[in-house]
């Protein structure tokens, strides 16, 4: 990464900025932004999941702890929600294909999902150990 210029790999993220309705089994919206410098994304959440309501933001991008004079390789975040908890995720954008780690990259509990043609919908399931999770489709509002 150079000096003050978001990488290609932060930039890939660009097509989640925006609105998007979620549908399957999470309902709601969320809506994606960049900071000030594109190098870190931020996720607003507004949703119901398994009855209950999530409220949350997250920021993502690549750590860079204090004194490293390089940020790190993974794309990682940290999502925090209204009743108090934390989620840490990997995300990887590779073409049309979006996979957010639960965790850290390589993990049984993992995002996947599909682009399509115009960028306007993405397809996709949640996947848990042990065969839990729920298919989700994210459908651009503006």
């Known amino acids: 990464m150079a000096d003050n210029i978001p990488d290609a790999g ?3 993220l660009d097509r989640l900025v925006g609105t998007w309705r979620v549908t399957g089994g999470a309902e709601g919206t969320v809506t994606y932004r960049w900071l000030d410098g594109g190098f870190f994304m931020i996720q607003d959440v507004e ?8 409220k949350g933001m997250e920021v993502i991008g690549r750590e ?7 940020p790190g390789e993974d ?3 940290r ?3 209204s009743a108090g908890n934390t989620f840490d995720y990997v995300y990887e954008m590779d073409g049309d294909v979006l996979t957010i780690w639960g965790g850290e990259k390589g993990s049984p509990a993992y995002f ?15 996947v848990y150990p042990g065969g839990g999770g729920y298919d989700s489709t994210m459908t651009r509002v503006s």
């Open 79 to 81: 999502f925090y929600d």
């Open 75 to 77: 794309i990682k975040s």
């Open 112 to 126: 996947k999902g599909a682009f399509n043609e115009d960028g306007t919908v993405m397809d996709g399931a949640w």
């Open 10 to 12: 932060l930039r890939a």
């Open 47 to 54: 949703m119901r999941h398994a009855g209950e309501e999530v």
């Open 64 to 70: 860079r702890p204090f004194g490293a004079e390089q």
